[in-house]
C-alpha cells in the first residue's frame, strides 16, 4: 500500500528521522517556522494512526527513535537564538549536538551548539584548536559555570548555562562586540 504525507506531515517526519525524538512544543515551533497555520496535533494525527510515528510523555518518535537530551537540549538553544534560523539544520558531526544557520544583519552565520562534559574543557579546545572561520558561532553547553574558563578557542563563542530549567546567554565576541 502506497501511503502519501502532506508537505506540513514530510516536515514532522524529517525532523524525527534527523533527531529520532523531539519535545511537542519543539516540533510545533519548527512546523511552525515552515507553515505559519500549521496545527501540531492535525498534523501528526495520520502519522500517528498510520504508525509512522509515536508520541509519549510530551515527546514525539520516530518509529525507532531514541531520546537524546543533548538533541533536546540543542533544539531549544537553537530555537531561543532564533526564529530566523535557516534551513538546513542538522544533527551536528564530532562533538557538536546540532549546527544551524542563522542570518546576522546581511551575512549567514554557522552556529554549532557543543554540549561540554564536566573535565572535557581542554579536550574540546584542543579538538578546536585552528578551527576559526569568518560568520561562525560556537555555542557551548557546560555543566558548571567554572568550566567557561577551561574552554579556549580563536572565534566567537559564547556559553549557555541551564539553571532551574532557565537557559542563560553569555557572549564571547573575539571582536569586543
Request: positive net charge; hydrophobic residues 40%.
Amino acid at each position: 500500500m502506497v501511503t502519501y504525507t502532506k508537505a506540513d506531515q514530510q516536515v514532522i517526519l524529517d525532523l524525527l528521522n534527523l533527531f529520532g525524538a523531539v519535545r511537542k512544543d519543539q516540533a510545533q515551533a519548527i512546523l511552525k517556522h515552515k507553515y505559519p497555520n500549521a496545527d501540531l496535533e492535525r498534523t501528526i494525527y495520520p502519522l500517528l494512526t498510520g504508525r509512522k510515528i509515536k508520541k509519549s510523555n510530551g515527546y514525539i518518535f520516530s518509529r525507532s527513535g531514541k531520546l537524546d537530551e543533548k538533541i533536546i537540549e540543542a533544539i531549544d538553544i537553537m530555537l531561543l537564538l532564533g526564529p530566523d534560523f535557516n534551513e538546513p539544520f542538522k544533527k551536528g558531526k564530532d562533538i557538536f549536538a546540532l549546527t544551524f544557520f542563522k542570518w546576522r544583519g546581511s551575512k549567514l552565520w554557522r552556529y554549532d551548539i557543543c554540549p561540554v562534559a564536566y573535565g572535557t574543557e581542554a579536550v574540546i579546545s584542543a579538538q578546536l584548536e585552528g578551527e576559526y572561520a569568518k560568520y561562525r558561532m560556537f555555542v557551548f553547553v557546560p555543566e558548571k559555570e567554572e568550566q567557561m574558563q577551561g574552554i579556549r578557542v580563536a572565534c566567537e563563542h559564547c556559553y549557555v548555562l541551564k539553571n532551574n530549567g532557565e537557559y542563560e546567554f553569555y557572549l564571547y565576541s573575539k571582536e569586543g562586540k
